[in-house]
């Protein structure tokens, strides 16, 4: 029976030797374990340490009997005897992706122990005893859940399982890494492995959506996730050039052996004999070696039109842009936001003003620039100042047309409502930056001496009209005599006359 039980290990054995170049995922080459933790004993005695990485991936022991690995690195067993199906499901079904307690001391505690329990089962390893699996203490009956774990892995052992690896893919690149500009697309050079594998994974970091990988100069396929190709592919790459937005880009291409996103049962060893190797369940990285990285020497110009006094984005100005020799590589309306121009090759060009916006007037300045690989990025401030309307408001006498002060003004909108209010001086009154729109000048109080004109006069201002004159003419009053007073006047003065009179005949008459 003990022969048969050894012979079954051996086949075992071999065949995980054999299933192991079929299937391989590339994992860390070391890992750094923290502090192990005591457990309670919860049956028959029996204590476990739990342990994690100070990554805090949950690791678990193989041997009960040796030492505990505090605070230590451990190195990758690659050609481990001990993986196989049962192991892997175990860490798959145990502690912490499954939980049957509720209480993760307990999971871990079931986890590790079924782990024990089955590799006595298999390898003939002496990790419990029978009172354990038996008829030992169970206060809190744990051991049907650690049976039944055991007994499921029975069943997966001897299965295939992706074995790790650390073996590295070196890529390399033909002419240089800098991407050129075709159809849209920014595309990279062949690009191959040196590798003996018959297959590897590549992935890219910073690549924006749309990134095409072209195999063999012949398949093209659109990336979303890792790709597998196999030893001799060779690819390209193309990023779509409506998707670059820095003038300085970066892709970076990573090549590994195996899977990047397979879980698989990895044994970490230790030098010291005296203290034993974990097992984990560690998903796949790339095993990078030399990673290519892709630039973009892309150009971008930003153009923005602005009001000359305040600086903000207008809209309106009708744009075009020529190459040096004077053919149009863009043309724009601009809006409030900037205008940005891509991807444009070096060389020199110019920035013209076709039409201005409304309201303002045509910038005739040609903007010249160049683009190079020291000025990838440039700014252009076109700037156009506003058409301002003039309007100006005399108060005149209407015979000599000399200015008259105090006369009090309103001017109102369309609406009515009242936009300015003057008293007239020996000047012009001058209004200025008033909206389009149509306007009305009333004088409501007259100067000194004049009639009052109550005529309303009106004004429109529009773009082919801004400046007006308004001239409010007011007339000389001419004063009437007074009747009343008039004759009042000659009565006094005949009075007073008489009254004379009287006084030298009383003094004749007395002298």
């Known amino acids: 029976m003990k022969r048969l039980k050894i012979l079954g290990t051996l086949i075992v054995s071999i065949i995980l030797m054999l299933v192991s170049t079929i299937s391989v995922v590339a994992v860390e080459n070391t890992i750094q374990l923290g502090d192990s933790i005591k457990l309670n004993a919860y049956i028959s005695g029996v204590e476990a340490n739990y342990i994690a990485t100070t990554d805090n991936e949950c690791a678990y022991y193989l041997f009960r009997s040796q030492g505990a690995p505090d605070n230590t690195t451990a190195t990758l067993s690659v050609n481990s005897r001990l993986i196989d199906g049962g192991v892997e499901y175990i860490l798959k079904n145990g502690y912490p992706y499954k939980s049957y307690t509720g209480v993760a001391e307990r999971d871990y505690y079931i986890t590790q122990t079924a782990l024990w329990w089955y590799l006595d089962s298999v390898y003939s390893t002496r990790n419990l005893d029978s009172t354990f699996k038996t008829g030992g203490t169970d206060t809190l009956q744990l051991r049907p859940y650690i049976k039944a774990l055991h007994t499921e892995a029975y069943s997966h052992r001897g299965e295939e399982v992706a074995l790790p690896t650390t073996t590295n893919v070196e890529l390399a690149i033909e002419e240089g890494n800098t ?3 075709k159809d849209g697309y920014y595309t990279s050079n062949i690009i191959k492995a040196n590798t003996n594998n018959t297959s590897y994974t590549i992935s890219l970091e910073n690549a924006p959506t749309g990134t095409k990988v072209v195999f063999n100069d012949v398949t093209e396929t659109t990336y979303t996730k890792a790709i597998t190709l196999k030893g001799t592919d060779t690819f390209r790459v193309k990023i779509p050039s ?6 300085d880009s970066v892709i970076k291409v990573n090549a590994a052996s195996g899977s990047v996103s ?3 049962v990895c044994e970490y060893t230790l030098t010291n004999n005296t203290k034993q190797g974990v097992v984990l369940l560690k998903k796949g990285t790339p095993a990078t070696k030399n990673a290519i990285e892709l630039k973009i020497g892309t150009t971008r110009v930003t153009i923005n039109n ?12 009708q744009m075009r842009l020529k190459d040096s020799t004077g053919k149009e590589v863009a043309s724009f309306t601009s809006t409030t936001n900037a205008y940005v121009v891509q991807n444009l090759p070096y060389g020199a060009y110019t920035l013209e003003e076709v039409a201005a916006p409304n ?16 000025q990838k990025a440039v700014t252009i401030n076109y700037e156009n100042g506003a058409r301002k309307a003039l309007v100006s408001i005399s108060v005149l006498d209407q015979n000599t047309r000399a200015q008259l002060s105090g006369a009090t003004i309103i001017i109102r909108n369309s609406n009515g409502a009242e936009v300015a209010r003057f008293v007239s001086t020996t000047n012009a009154y ?16 007259a100067p000194y001496g004049y009639a009052l004109n109550s005529e309303k006069l009106t004004f429109t201002i529009e773009e082919s009209h801004l400046s007006h004159q308004v001239n409010i003419v007011n007339v000389q ?7 009343d007073t008039t004759l009042s006047a000659i ?10 009179g009287m006084g030298f005949k009383f003094v004749k008459s007395h002298a």
């Open 179 to 181: 991407l050129t500009l």
């Open 242 to 247: 409506s998707e670059v937005s820095s003038t």
């Open 262 to 264: 397979d879980y698989t």
């Open 306 to 317: 602005r009001d000359s006094n305040t600086k903000e984005n207008i809209a309106g100005a």
């Open 359 to 374: 309201g303002y007037l045509l910038n005739t300045n040609v903007t010249n620039f160049t683009l190079s690989e020291s």
């Open 430 to 445: 001058t209004l200025t930056d008033i909206p389009l729109g149509t306007y009305t000048a009333e004088e409501i109080s």
């Open 477 to 483: 009053e001419i004063p009437v005599p007074n009747t």
């Open 491 to 500: 009565i006094l003065a005949v009075l007073g006359i008489g009254v004379i």
